[in-house]
């Protein structure tokens, strides 16, 4: 009996020493050696992983960054801070990234447009937008069924009477949102901006008006009006070139619908 | 001739007829646990796969030669867990280094089934079951490939469950063992069967 044991303990000792042993021997050696910087520079970043950076989440970016291979001020939910403070890591002049908002360019509420067909089927805007793009009389208008507001990770957007509304203070500009709407209503727009452009009809003006009361006809009224060359019409619809804007705010009073509006983002 | 037959019957009848998940009710852990997608199925399918044949062809040695000699059957148990935990262990260390990819793929499953059951169990049925070494290696090969196919099956069925109105009382876990045990008595038809192909 006791010598039972004994047998036992000296069979297992061996064995559990051995493989301890080999345990160590293997992960001293085969260690795998971590980058640090990619680390250091892990710790500074939001880990919201939107992948706005379009890097595959904070992990692949702060990678990318140490390997040289990113800039480092691409990082839009950090913001300038994080830019700044990686710059001072990594020992290197960062210019503080662009600070944008995503936007909704669509007015058309309950008020403006109406329905062209009853939609029962899932409640999701992709969904809704493959059968005869959407339930709306407006091909191009937000859908409201709220795909972006269930992607926001930061709970910006909301719909409200009929379309999405993001709330600039939460937006931290990612972008997610911009890419699951099928309509491609929602735009990043800078944060300085002070008029947007509140319709995505790309129709002719007059059936543009009869979709919704509040689309842009294409009059080319605001084109006109602007000293600076930033707003061209394409495709029967305004568009304005932020880095020639001026924020004078005169296309926005001689649009003759109210599709162009003044906008304040909170500046951030 | 003959032995070619008995692998093959091997094979066979661990793959379908004692399917370890389906029929004998090891691993029930990662099944349940790691097949709501079917890429993350085939990845622990894998993994338990190549963990089971590396447990095997390790144990089955102890065994015949260090355990048995000795009289020391009885700490086959013991024995078993302590080298199968460290040996899954340096592969997974060894994967990290030298391939960093597949240690992506597989690396996250690694620990998990570091002591499952179903890998312990191979190893253990094989000695009592009296195969040699080569026919040791057949057998866990075909645990391994029939786990994969309980876990790629299972997880097909799953991602229907996810798209379908489930009554509110069964959501959840309760459906999924429901599922479970239909996907199980489905398996059980197969008894049988191997033996009558090569009689």
């Known amino acids: 009996m006791g010598q039972d044991i004994v047998t036992a303990l000296l069979a297992i000792i061996p064995i559990g020493l051995i493989l301890g042993l080999a345990l160590a021997f293997f992960s001293i050696k085969f260690a795998v050696k971590e980058n640090t910087k990619a680390k250091a520079v892990r710790t500074l970043l939001p880990s919201a992983n939107c992948g706005a950076c379009g890097f595959k989440g904070c992990d692949d970016y702060a990678l990318a960054v140490a390997e040289g291979r990113a800039e480092a001020n691409l990082c839009v939910p950090g913001g300038g801070e994080t830019a700044e403070n990686i710059g001072a890591l990594l020992g290197v002049k960062v210019e503080p990234p662009k600070s944008v908002a995503a936007f909704v360019h669509c007015n058309g509420n309950c008020e403006a447009t109406g329905k062209k067909a009853v939609y029962e089927g899932i409640s999701s805007c992709r969904a809704a937008a493959m059968l005869y793009s959407g339930p709306g009389a407006c091909a191009f208008s937000c859908i409201g069924l709220g795909d972006c507001a269930e992607k926001c990770p930061h709970n910006a957007i909301c719909v409200k009477d009929g379309i999405a509304h993001v709330d600039a203070t939460k937006c931290v500009g990612c972008g997610i949102c911009q890419s699951v709407c099928p309509h491609n209503v929602i735009s990043m727009v800078p944060r300085k901006a002070s008029t947007a452009v509140m ?9 543009a008006r009869k979709a919704c009361k509040n689309a842009c006809i294409g009059c080319k009224k605001c084109e006109k009006t602007c000293k ?25 009073d001689a649009c003759p619908t109210g599709c162009l509006k003044k906008v304040n983002f909170i500046k951030k | 001739m ?27 852990c990662p099944f349940l646990g790691v097949s709501k997608k079917i890429d993350q199925a085939t990845g622990m399918g894998v ?53 960093p990819a597949l240690h992506k793929g597989l690396g996250v499953y690694l620990p998990l089934i570091t002591t499952n059951c179903a890998v312990l169990g191979v190893s253990i049925n094989n000695i009592t079951d009296g195969y ?23 997880s097909g069925i799953r991602s229907r469950i996810d798209e379908s109105k489930v009554p509110v009382p069964f959501r959840g876990l309760a459906v999924t063992l429901i599922a479970a045990s239909f996907i199980s008595l489905s398996f059980m038809g197969f008894a049988g069967i191997v033996d009558a192909l090569f009689a």
């Open chain 2, 132 to 154: 040699n070494f080569v026919e040791s290696v057949v057998s866990s090969l075909g645990c391994g490939l029939g786990f994969l196919l309980a876990m790629v099956l299972f």
């Open chain 1, 228 to 252: 600076n060359g930033a707003i061209t019409v394409e495709n029967n619809l305004a568009r304005i070139d932020y880095s020639k804007c001026n924020a004078c705010g005169a296309c926005a």
């Open chain 2, 2 to 28: 003959e032995t070619f037959k008995t692998l093959i019957v091997i094979l066979l009848s661990s793959v379908f007829v004692n399917n370890y998940v389906l029929a004998r009710f090891l691993g029930i």
């Open chain 1, 199 to 207: 319709c995505n009809n790309k129709d002719k003006g007059a059936d």
């Open chain 2, 47 to 99: 993994s338990v796969t190549v963990v089971m044949l590396l447990a095997t062809a390790v144990t089955w040695p102890i065994q015949h030669f260090l355990l048995d000699p000795f009289g020391l059957g009885y700490m086959q148990t013991l024995v078993f867990i302590l080298v199968i935990a460290s040996l899954v262990q340096m592969v997974e260390i060894l994967l990290k280094r030298f391939s």
